[in-house]
């Protein structure tokens, strides 16, 4: 196991000069991995790796004491530096209102950051191995993950490296008795009360009997195989995101054309741009994705989620945290009243916001094409004032052939524009006249006639950045 480890694995994982965090518990699975280490170091001293030995006592079990004597007992041996950190568990788990293995698991990794930070560590390792993949993917297929889940655990994630994820237990084991090496049992890991002991100890054991001897690795390779699929997936993600996605300190605006991608690369957008607004890296879950899905290009939609609040406004799907409801970001970044004189072939933008407004003999792109209107060029020269783009002012109106002159308030309300925007929507207009309002409606005068030459008003990009 060694050679192919030395010779295939470690070299992928460990760069020269690296000082890794080891996290050993005392079990046959960390030790071997210590072991492992401190071979691989011993003969490869070109590489100056550094190995230094974490170790947590959960103070649960009446072991516990004799099993972190133990891990110091070899850490010495080897000549590694040695941390010890004490804890309850099981009050820790309580008082956190989480299960005990997975308040545990987010004290222990909260330990190895700290400890990576304070002695300049640039790995973590971790003993996981064959069976701890198998036993995930059925966790997480249980549970209805989809490839992201599915994908299982990394052999390199987040600076952590796990070298024996392809190695079978039945072969740390044999390696720990071939080399002599002391571990310890932990009793709790073979009570079937915990979600992934039942999953270790009795569905694992029965697809084995009853359908696939090789049960670890078939789902091993299905693992693999996922996470190629799911590395590339998330390539195409991140060319989207850049394109797509605006953010600033308030919130996260989507644009719509996101919807005009595959599911597979609109649902995770979506994902990631709840999680960059919670702060919960699992992100939503798969019922509020389906529902951004089907819901999030309707005017005006708006929905409640977990630690966030969603809204479908006219320049994109808005994410905002729960603390702005009373303080919608548009109208933060947009002042009430403001007036620009717009000259042709020109931009010019908004004051305090990250919007742009030009006409335009011809249109500038494809995206300009897309949220522009047009108007008969001569008429538009030829009027005895500039247009004009400016915030909504009382008077407002705007002309519809076969209707007459119709007030911007019931514009807003025939096109179904929440309250929270109007205020802060730009209008071009000439003097008191609404020609168009960019994403939601344009007025009939001036209208082009296919004969004439044509002058475009547009609004070229929207965008949020974060302020300076």
């Not at 072991?63 to 891990?71: I, P």
């Not at 966790?139 to 599915?150: F, M, V, W």
């Not at 742009?356 to 003999?361: K, L």
Request: proline share 6%.
């Amino acid at each position: 196991m060694f050679s192919y480890l030395n010779s295939e694995v470690l070299p992928k994982l460990i760069p020269s000069n690296s000082r890794i965090l080891a996290a050993v518990s005392g079990g046959p699975d960390s030790v071997a991995l210590a072991h492992i280490l401190y071979s691989y170091q011993q003969q490869n001293p070109d590489q100056k790796i550094e190995v230094i030995i974490s170790h947590v006592n959960h103070m649960v079990r009446k072991e516990s004491q004799s099993e972190a004597e133990m891990v110091a007992r070899l850490a010495r041996e080897w000549k590694f530096p040695f941390i010890l950190h004490e804890f309850d568990a099981k009050k820790y788990a309580d008082n956190s209102g989480k299960g005990f293995q997975e308040a545990s698991r987010e004290w222990r990794y909260a330990r190895f950051k700290e400890d990576m930070a304070k002695l300049d560590c640039n790995l973590l390792a971790t003993a996981h191995h064959l069976g701890d993949q198998a036993e995930t993917v059925l966790y997480r297929l249980l549970r209805g993950s989809g490839t992201a889940g599915l994908a299982g655990i990394y052999p390199c994630k987040d600076k952590i490296i796990r070298p024996l994820l392809s190695v079978p237990k039945e072969a740390i084991l044999e390696y720990c008795l071939a080399e002599g090496l002391p571990f310890a049992l932990d009793s709790s890991n073979f009570e079937p009360c915990y979600g992934r002991n039942k999953i270790r100890l009795n569905l694992l054991p029965y697809l084995e009997k009853e359908y696939n001897k090789r049960i670890h690795e078939a789902l091993g390779r299905t693992a693999e195989l996922l996470r190629w699929d799911e590395e590339y997936i998330n390539s195409q993600v991140n060319k989207k995101w850049e394109q797509l996605v605006q953010l600033n300190a308030e919130g996260c605006l989507v644009d719509y054309r996101a919807w005009d991608e595959p599911e597979a690369i609109l649902s995770r957008i979506l994902r990631r741009a709840a999680s960059t607004v919670s702060g919960e890296p699992r992100g939503l879950e798969y019922k509020y994705i389906k529902l951004l899905m089907q819901e999030g290009r309707k005017t005006g939609w708006r929905q409640d989620l977990p630690d966030i609040k969603v809204e479908s406004t006219k320049y994109g799907f808005l994410f905002f945290r729960r603390e702005l409801e009373q303080k919608h970001i548009q109208d933060i970044i947009i002042p009430l009243d403001w007036e620009i004189t717009l000259v042709p072939d020109n931009w010019y933008p908004i004051p305090e916001s990250n919007l742009q407004i030009g006409i335009f003999s011809e249109p500038q792109t494809d995206l300009d094409i897309l949220f522009g209107t047009e108007f008969d060029r001569h008429k538009i020269i030829t009027l005895d004032s500039p247009l004009i783009c400016r915030s909504r002012r009382p008077g407002d109106k705007m002309y519809f052939k076969n209707l007459g002159h119709k007030k911007i308030k019931k514009v807003f309300q025939d096109k179904a524009v929440p309250q929270t925007e109007r205020k802060s929507t730009p209008l071009l207009a000439y003097k008191n006249n609404v020609l168009w309002i960019p994403g939601v409606s344009r007025s009939d005068c001036y209208l082009p006639e296919n004969s004439l030459p044509r002058l475009y008003g547009l609004i070229a990009r929207i965008r949020m950045v974060a302020p300076n």
